[in-house]
């Protein structure tokens, strides 16, 4: 079964090199979209290339207008620019980009004496809603509470790679005063306002897509997160493999928990730091 049946869509803010206003691009790659946040300053080739791995492998397209270089690309870049990207067809045998047996750690860049957390498995709460293409939806992913990776609250018992999805119009009676979509659903769930005891993530599904942005828990300062909203590729990466193998086929209704050692294929190595500096930085073991 491919990947839902749905685009998933990460957003980025860019600002060129010399620009001094911020601008929004597009990256369309296979069925993603990707929004990026980027300071003053900064090379939109040098950021395109951390997130691409490679930039001359590939066929661009912007705004409708194919280009042929990548030194023609870096003079297309301008606001909402919408940037499609596919790989040249080569020939070969299919590659294996990393080993199993592998799980994520969550190490806190600012304070190295915060415990390192691991996420071992994934597992929908049984609390969630139903896939529904139709429906717009939240979600979160548990990483730690009070520094604990396994914890009750408001008689719910967690463990790290716990997550929640609810269908937005389900919870849309909880006011939050930390965000009308994250901050209500943590609220609903947890009975009370989250804090900087909470270590997760948030996500949505809108409008058919997925997006990846949370102000409410992607951009908190808790040591572990570096005040942009947009998750870290090792964490989308976990969350598409959680609703590819659990979620949107209803298979966690029988087995809500899979172990992360069983993901197939992940581009990263042990050691590798993210593409960009992006929060929080999880490292395999």
């Known amino acids: 079964m491919s990947f839902i049946t749905l685009n998933t869509v990460l957003e980025f803010v860019h600002c060129p090199v010399h620009s001094k206003m911020s601008m929004t691009i597009i990256l369309c790659k296979e069925d993603e979209e990707h929004i990026l946040t980027i300071d003053p300053g900064e090379n939109p080739i040098d950021i395109l290339t951390k997130i691409l791995g490679t930039m001359h492998n590939c066929n661009f397209t912007v705004n409708g207008k194919k280009v042929s270089t990548v030194n023609d690309l870096s003079k297309e870049v301008r606001d909402n620019a919408r940037i499609e990207v596919s790989p040249y067809a080569t020939r070969g045998a299919p590659v294996s980009l990393c080993p199993r047996n592998l799980i994520f750690e969550l190490k806190s860049q600012k304070n190295p004496s915060r415990p390192i957390i691991k996420i071992e498995t994934v597992h929908i709460s049984c609390s969630s809603d139903s896939y529904d293409a139709n429906e717009n939806m939240a979600g979160l992913i548990v990483y730690s509470f009070d520094n604990e990776p396994m ?27 930390q965000g009308i979509v994250h901050g209500s659903l943590f609220k609903w769930f947890f009975g009370i306002e989250p804090d900087n005891r909470f270590i997760g993530a948030g996500f949505a599904l809108h409008e058919g897509k997925l997006k990846f942005n949370s102000g409410t828990f992607n951009a908190t300062d808790d040591d572990y997160h570096d005040g942009s909203k947009m998750m870290s590729e090792h964490e989308t990466y976990l969350i598409k493999y959680a609703l590819k193998e659990l979620f949107v086929n209803d298979k966690w209704k029988q087995i809500r928990t899979l172990s992360v050692k069983t993901i197939g294929i992940n581009p990263y190595y042990p050691g590798d730091s993210l593409p960009i500096q992006n929060h929080p930085k999880p490292t395999m073991n």
């Open 151 to 177: 914890f009750e609250l408001n008689g719910h018992r967690c463990r790290t790679g716990y997550i929640l999805i609810k269908a937005t119009k389900n919870i849309e009676q909880v006011k939050s005063n």
